[in-house]
């Protein structure tokens, strides 16, 4: 079955790091970027960190200097470090692969909690 999965999600005090891994399934076609993204409760999803094929990456201004991607897209893999991390980074991140002439596909997700 064709699928992303990610890993890595948990609770984590304010200041602290987390790293979200995502590897997609053998059967997942031929993907042409990745990337993260976050819904928090209440609000719209939205793009946190996403990178191409050529290895450019692009962050949403509010985790800028504290979060970074790595992208293995041959391998279909994708990777989110996170540190110093805020309570308004809590949400659920997912992780997205934009297929080639296919369109896209979302993984189910992987919780994080920033709380003291």
């Known amino acids: 079955q064709a699928r992303l999965t990610e890993s890595g999600g948990g609770l984590v005090q304010p200041g602290g790091s987390l790293t979200l891994s995502c590897a997609a399934s053998?059967?997942?076609?031929?993907?042409?970027?990745m990337a993260w993204y976050r819904q928090a409760p209440g609000k719209e999803r939205e793009l946190v960190a996403s990178?191409?094929?050529?290895?450019?990456?692009i962050y949403v201004d509010s985790v800028k200097g504290r979060f970074s991607v790595a992208g293995d897209i041959p391998k279909k893999t994708v990777a989110l470090q996170m540190t110093s991390l805020k309570p308004e980074d809590t949400g659920v991140y997912y992780c997205?692969?934009?297929?080639?002439?296919?369109?896209?596909?979302r993984g189910q997700g992987t919780q994080v909690t920033v709380s003291s």
């Open positions: 997205f692969a934009e297929l080639v002439g296919q369109g896209r596909m």
């Open positions: 053998e059967s997942v076609p031929e993907i042409d970027s």
């Open positions: 990178v191409s094929p050529s290895g450019t990456k």
